[in-house]
């Protein structure tokens, strides 16, 4: 009878001591952490996504030609919009992220200012131009306005907005 619970128990450990070491059967690696490195592996082997939009066939039709999209269709036109275009800019003080919409307004995502400064003031938009202006922990500097707006590609571009003369 002893000889059962000793076998029974290392059969235990051994099934415990495998369990923790992690299991490397068909559908991975499933009890470790993955380092960065075999994170960027693991996405580079991993199949990409198509990209287009599939159609899927139309059930009891009559007519096969008529089940799938033409594979040479041409590009839908109606009221899609383009999504909108954002750009990272970095200016004295900080670092904002701004969207360029299709309707031509710009609106600010995010901001951060640099050490040594902090943000007053802003109008993030939507609007034909947004404004962040800046305070410098100095005491004797002068805060910073900025003005994004989209040019005319579609990009964010940053300026020093012009001085009010309150």
């Known amino acids: 009878m002893t000889a059962a619970w000793v076998a029974v128990a290392a059969v235990a ?15 991975g690696d499933r009890g ?13 082997a991993r199949p990409s996504t198509p990209t ?8 009891a039709s009559p ?15 109606g009221s899609a919009t383009p999504p909108p275009r954002r750009s990272t ?36 938009g939507p609007a ?5 202006e800046l305070e410098p922990s100095a005491e004797d500097a002068d805060d910073v306005e900025y003005e994004i707006s989209c040019g005319p590609t579609g990009k964010a571009a940053v300026s020093r907005a012009p001085e009010d003369d309150d």
Request: hydrophobic letters at 35%; charged letters at 20%; a negative charge.
């Open 89 to 124: 800019l970095r200016f004295t003080g900080g670092t904002a992220t701004a969207e360029c919409r299709p309707d031509g307004t710009v609106y600010l995502t995010s901001w951060s200012p640099a050490d040594g400064y902090h943000v007053e003031e802003y109008a993030r």
């Open 63 to 77: 007519d096969p030609s008529t089940s799938r999209e033409p594979a040479s269709s041409p590009e839908p036109t």
């Open 32 to 44: 470790r952490p993955l380092d960065d490195a075999a994170v960027r592996r693991a996405l580079a």
């Open 52 to 59: 287009t939009p599939t159609t899927p066939a139309t059930p």
């Open 128 to 132: 034909r131009s947004a404004r962040l």
């Open 13 to 27: 450990g051994g099934l415990a001591a495998w369990t923790l070491a992690g299991f490397d059967g068909a559908a």
